[in-house]
């Protein structure tokens, strides 16, 4: 499962470098579908990933507010910083951790500890898809989705 | 991975559903972004896992012509069709052939099976997010992509 949390942050990092031929009002605009703006999008892979993991750690929630985190710049900031914490965590426990039983504040079910990663890693994908039709409608080609042909280290 | 690959089976079933409130020019009307219509990307879908799965088995590139499969129903009785195959097969022999090299004729390099599967999860996942963008463009919505909270058997 590393290894796709390693493909999305590759992924993740070539749509922050995309996101520099927009203006910050095309990347905040609202559009249809999905969770609103480009920005957001981004922002919300962050947030729904690192409070995942933290319930699997047994921490509590941090409530992250996108208002300080508006520019493309400020957002891959916030994503390096977790993503540290995230790869050293999961590296390290993951295979240990598979079966615990993790429960967290914004969900009334129970998950193990796999689907959860699961949970993660789908979800990534499948923002970013949605980020590749909103880039085709602003004319743009998209990053890669590609697993395949990848250096995933 | 079988849990991914089920999980995305069970997700385009509820795609296959979700097609009926539309017609079939609705279903087939070029998009922008993505492989083009709402039915040929599940088409795509469908042909791309399969053609790399026969990849990794070894066996010759199949040509499957949309053409022959263009309303939800004809394509949703070859997606079940592949799928059984898909299963039998990974189920029983994905373990031992993670590492296998595989090369395919539609492309130069060689990838290990473990790459290719990844590859086929991260493929459907990010059209379907593609999928979603359309559907709330029509006004409706889309089937969830969560993958926690699915009986995923």
């Known amino acids: 499962m590393i290894k796709f949390l390693k493909y999305n942050w590759q992924v993740r990092d ?5 996101c520099e031929q927009l203006t910050l009002e095309e990347l905040l605009k609202t559009r ?3 969770v609103g703006s480009i920005l957001y999008t981004l922002f919300h892979i962050i947030d729904v990933e690192y409070s995942w993991v933290r319930g ?9 507010h996108f208002e300080n985190y508006k520019t493309p710049e400020k957002l891959k900031s916030l994503s390096d910083e977790f993503r540290k914490d995230i790869n050293d965590f999961l590296e390290t426990n993951l295979d240990d951790l598979k079966g615990k039983v993790v429960t967290v504040p914004w969900d009334d079910e129970a998950y193990t500890a796999d689907e959860i990663v699961h949970h993660i890693v789908a979800h990534e994908i499948h923002h970013i898809g949605q980020l590749s ?7 743009l080609k998209p990053p890669s989705a590609n697993f395949i ?5």
Chains 1, 2 share one sequence.
């Open 56 to 64: 699997i750690q047994g921490k509590g929630d941090l409530v992250i």
């Open 32 to 34: 249809v579908g999905g």
């Open 133 to 139: 039709i909103w880039s085709r409608e602003l004319g």
């Open 14 to 18: 070539e749509w922050f470098d995309w």
């Open 149 to 153: 042909g990848r250096n995933i280290t």
